[in-house]
């Protein structure tokens, strides 16, 4: 059972490039979530998703967009990179939201922006 | 503005030592409170408190909720040096689909 795989590990962007970074799950979770991490810093999250063809912002979305055509799948996309957006990014699912659910993540992406 | 707070921001410690860390929160309509541990990779899921009072227990941690003074611990006894991590809590409230998550603690356990 693969869980929450995020591609790519690791990335460097120019600044003013753009990107997707990837995300999916194969845990039929209806819940998904992007999150940054910045040094000493706790999660942040910018977008998440309650199901295929629904999205909302979340506490930082400025500089990003998602969308979620599956169940499956939820990408991130960069569109005009900035120095600010350099940070580890975490996607997380739960089957819900509710009272005995969890959130589980994948292994990130560290991004750099030069 | 919903908020999470954790304390210490970091501790060093000798194996052996017991530890006690600390989460606060404010935060409308709450639902639940979550505790991570976050080697070098993503975070991994430690407990889920929902009522006050009752302790969760796995291993040498153990974690309790005081939803009158709104704040969770979270106790490591024995510390081994596979304990150092950042340990993240995260609270849930009732509306909306939002994971609030403090800025960590740093645990160093020292051989």
């Known amino acids: 059972n693969a869980g929450v795989t995020q591609t790519p590990k690791f990335r460097i962007l120019k600044i003013g490039q753009s990107m997707t970074l990837q995300c999916t799950q194969d845990?039929?979770?209806?819940?998904m979530y992007w999150y940054r991490q910045d040094p000493g810093m706790g999660l942040k999250l910018i977008y998440y998703s309650v199901g295929a063809g629904i999205t909302d912002k979340g506490e930082v979305p400025n500089g990003y967009n998602v969308s979620r055509s599956t169940t499956e799948d939820f990408p991130l996309r960069l569109e005009l990179a900035a120095p600010s957006q350099t940070s580890v990014y975490f996607c997380?699912?739960?089957?819900?939201?509710?009272?005995?659910?969890?959130?589980?993540f994948g292994p990130g992406t560290r991004l750099t922006v030069l | 503005e919903d908020k999470v707070v954790q304390s210490p921001l970091s501790l060093v410690v000798h194996e052996g030592d017991t530890v006690t860390l600390n989460c606060s929160y404010e935060v409308t309509n709450f639902r639940s409170l979550l505790w991570y541990k976050q080697e070098k990779k993503a975070p991994t899921f430690l407990f889920m408190l929902?009522?006050?009072?009752i302790e969760k227990k796995s291993g040498r941690l153990s974690s309790i909720l005081d939803k009158k003074e709104l704040f969770s611990i979270l106790n490591i006894t024995a510390t081994q040096t596979g304990d150092s991590a950042i340990y993240l809590c995260a609270v849930s409230p009732n509306t909306g689909n939002q994971f609030y998550f403090g800025t960590g603690t740093s645990l160093t356990v020292i051989p």
């Open positions: 929902t009522s006050s009072g």
């Open positions: 997380a699912s739960s089957r819900t939201s509710g009272r005995g659910d969890t959130q589980y």
């Open positions: 845990m039929n979770h209806n819940y």
